[in-house]
């Protein structure tokens, strides 16, 4: 895995609560694929509390994707419902829980910061 | 959808065919089998000895489920009417096609049945807009099952055919050889299940099952719980009856679950193109059914909420706090080629969001949603303050960054020529229209209460109230046309007046924005001669520059508008205007058998005797189809409040008494009674209708009963 998807969930886990997760409880695991290999992540979301650990443990939502999938998904290129969609997401479980998780993932990184006409101030 | 055509459908899975059963390929009609915006099945033609066979009647039995009456031959003169053949068809997962085949004669027959099936894959929006293919396709026969593949990259997607009984699958179809004893039958179950492939695995959708891959669900028992959870109606006017029901079951047709949902459903908007969820369309019917069936609402809420903008994203016009307008699953979505993953360009959606959880407390209780969805709500609320005001005049307007794909026009009137001036003048962007700082402000005066009642939150309760407060005070003075006792339409990019007289005054009764003083004005612009057509309210009035009997929203009267207009003018006291827009727009139902459609013309009633169809091929259309509920609401004048439910109600001439029974909410169920003064006993023949009589509502509805049970 690379760092910038580590660092992402090293941040989540330090950072501790986001309001953006809503009320939404429960817990993800993602199944990294990379070079042959599978790295899991488990994240346990509650009431916008977030905690992420190693290993695999089942979940309410599994998710399995390619570690260049989950880079391009934290650094804002892969927008993961199209890529769900896509077929190089899959996923089964509580959906519900990756929507709310989709908050936390960053804009694209050719956005500008304040998009034409957002934000007049 | 044209006459010659059969539709079924289930959530977003529907088959159109013509009236044998059969699927012809077309590259840009809605023809097919569809299911996640992806058309599994382009072709699906039975024969008999190689002929093709003519249609003798078709039932529709459920809105999931057809049966065709068949016999073999195609000639016009004579059909041999020794072998017919029944095709009864129900959709679920696919669907599922019972085919038999009686021989009527007194010798056995022997005979080759076929059927030839092919799938294209279309995305839903390459059929509308006929776009080439970039995948490549498979066909197979694997265990005796006809496979139909489409790959691009890892985009994938099946169609799966099998047969109850021994068949010759080739890669173009399922063939038969049938030998039927005389008097006898012979009968197969075809079935055809529509999969999707993601990372190497079938995404499990089946809706009614978990797990079991079989098309055909129980889905008839499903619809009696269905309409026999809604209030039951009784009342002296037939039509009125067969409406109500009508709507249900149509709204039941509409139900689809996303996957997120755990099985629980929205409204989707309209079949065929629009069989998904959308912002405006699923809030407003899901408004309007709220007395009837709340869950929708539930449902709506939730999933609105949970894809809420949370990032700025121009291709898909996103901002934090933006609920979605549309949610689409097809190929050009999962490439990005569309952006509907989901795309947010609206400008509505995000206030009803607000609107829609106040009311849905009020008809349910149900203070754990608005607990579970206040992150989402105040997101909405900041929204309107942080990202729609575009100009930075205090006024919500839209204007798309994605100048590709997006939509220019993000208010419900969306097409290009809706918001104009008075002399025919098209403003430039942004655009402010007037209904959009109604729901504003409406959103703001509900969140206040959801504050201080849910959130305990009074301090932004009140600075909610303050903002309500002012948007209110210059709306008034900045939209009121003054020589014409009205509120512009809109402002346009300098923040001048577009002064057409238009529909949108109505729905500014509906939130409530109208000043007490102006709201006499806007009553008599809703019934008088230029906006009200007979029928109903025209979208434009007759005389300005635009208006156009049949333009799209330029003068036709829309049924879903005028259900909004009569709910704010019962908001301001105009019971009798309320009842005869009520009344009008239910005749209007009755000469389209209970379903009303999406548009129809806003020629004069007295110059047409009949509501003329405007020419779209969008029915049952969600929010047509909520109609009827909300009208019954606004005849009833069913409030609820603090728990109670008030009903008041103001009957149109020409209904002598309705009643709706077992309304469920937080007061338990409840009864609504209520009676015109007519004298329905002396009536004879043909009742005359009920929007005829000049200022109809004059027999006004008693003070009716109410009684828990």
């Given at each position: 895995m690379t760092e910038s998807s580590r660092a992402f969930f090293?941040?989540?886990?330090?950072?501790?609560?986001?309001?953006?997760?809503?009320?939404?409880?429960?817990?993800?695991?993602?199944?990294?694929?990379?070079?042959?290999?599978?790295?899991?992540?488990?994240?346990?979301?509650?009431?916008?509390?977030?905690?992420?650990?190693?290993?695999?443990?089942?979940?309410?939502?599994?998710v399995r994707l390619d570690r260049s999938v989950l880079d391009g998904i934290v650094d804002g290129t892969v927008n993961p419902t199209a890529a769900l969609l896509r077929g190089v997401i899959g996923a089964t479980g509580n959906f519900d829980l990756l929507l709310h998780l989709q908050r936390l993932f960053p804009a694209r990184p050719d956005e500008p910061a304040t998009a034409a006409g957002a934000h007049h101030e | 959808m044209s006459?010659?055509?059969?539709?079924?459908?289930?959530?977003?899975?529907?088959?159109?065919?013509?009236?044998?059963?059969?699927?012809?390929?077309?590259?840009?009609?809605?023809?097919?089998?569809?299911?996640?915006?992806?058309?599994?099945?382009?072709?699906?033609?039975?024969?008999?000895?190689?002929?093709?066979?003519?249609?003798?009647?078709?039932?529709?039995?459920?809105?999931?489920?057809?049966?065709?009456?068949?016999?073999?031959?195609?000639?016009?003169?004579?059909?041999?009417?020794k072998l017919s053949v029944i095709r009864t068809r129900s959709v679920g997962d696919g669907f599922q096609e019972q085919i038999t085949l009686l021989n009527h004669g007194e010798e056995p027959v022997e005979l080759q049945m076929r059927i030839d099936a092919d799938a294209d894959f279309a995305d839903l929006f390459e059929v509308k807009d006929a776009l080439a293919k970039q995948g490549t396709?498979?066909?197979?026969?694997?265990?005796?099952?006809?496979?139909?593949?489409?790959?691009?990259?890892?985009?994938?997607?099946?169609?799966?055919?099998?047969?109850?009984?021994?068949?010759?699958?080739?890669?173009?179809?399922?063939?038969?050889?049938?030998?039927?004893?005389?008097?006898?039958?012979?009968?197969?179950?075809?079935?055809?299940?529509?999969?999707?492939v993601a990372g190497g695995e079938r995404l499990d959708h089946t809706k009614y099952r978990g797990g079991n891959r079989r098309a055909s669900p129980n889905m008839e028992k499903d619809l009696e719980s269905w309409v026999g959870d809604a209030p039951t109606l009784e009342c002296d006017w037939d039509p009125l009856e067969r409406t109500y029901t009508r709507s249900l079951v149509d709204l039941a047709a509409l139900r689809f679950s996303p996957l997120s949902a755990g099985g629980r459903s929205l409204p989707a908007a309209g079949l065929p193109w629009f069989m998904t969820m959308f912002g405006r369309d699923s809030i407003f019917t899901s408004l309007q059914a709220l007395p009837f069936t709340p869950e929708l609402a539930a449902t709506t809420l939730r999933e609105l909420g949970v894809r809420q903008g949370a990032r700025v994203d121009d291709f898909r016009d996103e901002d934090p706090g933006r609920i979605p307008h549309e949610l689409r699953y097809g190929e050009l979505t999962a490439f990005e080629e569309r952006p509907h993953s989901p795309y947010y360009g609206t400008a509505d959606a995000t206030p009803l969001f607000v609107v829609l959880l106040d009311e849905y407390e009020r008809w349910t209780g149900d203070r754990k949603l608005v607990r579970d969805l206040e992150y989402e709500a105040r997101a909405a609320l900041r929204w309107i303050d942080d990202y729609a005001d575009l100009m930075g005049n205090g006024y919500v307007s839209y204007k798309r960054r994605n100048e590709q794909t997006g939509l220019e026009n993000q208010c419900w009137k969306?097409?290009?020529?809706?918001?104009?001036?008075?002399?025919?003048?098209?403003?430039?962007?942004?655009?402010?229209?007037?209904?959009?700082?109604?729901?504003?402000?409406?959103?703001?005066?509900?969140?206040?209460?959801?504050?201080?009642?849910?959130?305990?939150?009074?301090?932004?309760?009140?600075?909610?109230?303050?903002?309500?407060?002012?948007?209110?005070?210059?709306?008034?003075?900045?939209?009121?046309?003054?020589?014409?006792?009205?509120?512009a339409l809109a402002l346009d990019q300098d923040g001048a007046q577009v002064d057409a007289l238009a529909s949108n005054i109505g729905h500014l009764l509906w939130s409530g924005i109208v000043e007490k003083s102006k709201a006499k004005a806007i009553a008599a612009h809703l019934v008088g001669p230029a906006l009200f057509s007979g029928w109903g309210v025209r979208t434009l009035a007759e005389g300005e520059g635009r208006f156009n009997p049949i333009g799209y929203h330029v003068g036709t009267v829309w049924p879903f508008d005028n259900s909004f207009i009569a709910w704010g003018l019962r908001r301001y006291g105009f019971r009798d205007e309320a009842a005869r827009i009520a009344a009008g727009i239910?005749?209007?139902?009755?000469?389209?058998?209970?379903?009303?459609?999406?548009?129809?013309?806003?020629?004069?009633?007295?110059?047409?005797?009949?509501?003329?169809?405007?020419?779209?091929?969008?029915?049952?259309?969600?929010?047509?189809?909520?109609?009827?509920?909300?009208?019954?609401?606004?005849?009833?004048?069913?409030?609820?409040?603090?728990?109670?439910?008030?009903?008041?109600?103001?009957?149109?001439?020409?209904?002598?008494?309705?009643?709706?029974?077992?309304?469920?909410?937080?007061?338990?169920?409840?009864?609504?009674?209520?009676?015109?003064?007519?004298?329905?006993?002396?009536?004879?023949?043909?009742?005359?209708?009920?929007?005829?009589?000049?200022?109809?509502?004059?027999?006004?509805?008693?003070?009716?009963?109410?009684?828990?049970?």
């Open positions: 090293d941040r989540l886990n330090d950072q501790g609560f986001d309001p953006r997760l809503g009320r939404a409880r429960g817990t993800l695991r993602f199944d990294v694929r990379d070079n042959g290999q599978v790295e899991q992540w488990c994240i346990s979301l509650d009431r916008g509390a977030v905690q992420v650990s190693r290993g695999g443990r089942h979940a309410d939502c599994e | 006459d010659s055509q059969v539709s079924i459908l289930d959530g977003n899975t529907f088959v159109v065919s013509d009236r044998c059963g059969d699927i012809d390929p077309s590259p840009t009609d809605p023809t097919g089998l569809f299911a996640w915006d992806t058309r599994f099945l382009s072709q699906w033609v039975l024969t008999v000895d190689g002929s093709r066979l003519s249609s003798l009647s078709t039932d529709d039995l459920q809105y999931f489920q057809t049966r065709f009456f068949l016999v073999s031959g195609t000639g016009t003169v004579y059909v041999d009417a396709y498979s066909r197979g026969v694997e265990d005796r099952r006809l496979v139909l593949g489409y790959k691009r990259e890892e985009f994938h997607r099946e169609t799966v055919i099998s047969a109850s009984r021994e068949a010759d699958v080739d890669e173009h179809g399922l063939a038969f050889a049938i030998r039927i004893e005389p008097k006898s039958e012979w009968t197969v179950d075809i079935e055809v299940v529509t999969t999707v969306d097409s290009w020529d809706s918001i104009s001036g008075r002399d025919g003048t098209i403003p430039g962007f942004p655009r402010a229209t007037c209904e959009l700082q109604g729901y504003a402000y409406d959103a703001k005066v509900r969140g206040a209460r959801l504050a201080r009642l849910v959130w305990k939150d009074s301090a932004l309760a009140d600075a909610l109230e303050a903002q309500a407060a002012d948007l209110k005070r210059r709306f008034n003075r900045d939209f009121w046309v003054e020589d014409g006792e009205y509120f239910l005749d209007a139902a009755e000469f389209f058998d209970g379903r009303l459609p999406e548009a129809f013309g806003g020629y004069d009633r007295s110059v047409t005797r009949y509501p003329v169809q405007y020419p779209t091929a969008c029915s049952p259309q969600a929010w047509s189809t909520g109609t009827p509920l909300l009208l019954l609401r606004t005849m009833l004048g069913l409030e609820p409040i603090d728990g109670h439910l008030i009903v008041d109600p103001a009957l149109p001439h020409g209904i002598g008494r309705i009643e709706l029974l077992d309304i469920r909410g937080p007061w338990g169920r409840i009864d609504a009674f209520a009676r015109g003064r007519i004298d329905t006993g002396k009536r004879s023949g043909l009742r005359p209708q009920i929007g005829d009589s000049r200022g109809a509502a004059k027999e006004r509805g008693r003070r009716s009963r109410v009684h828990n049970t």
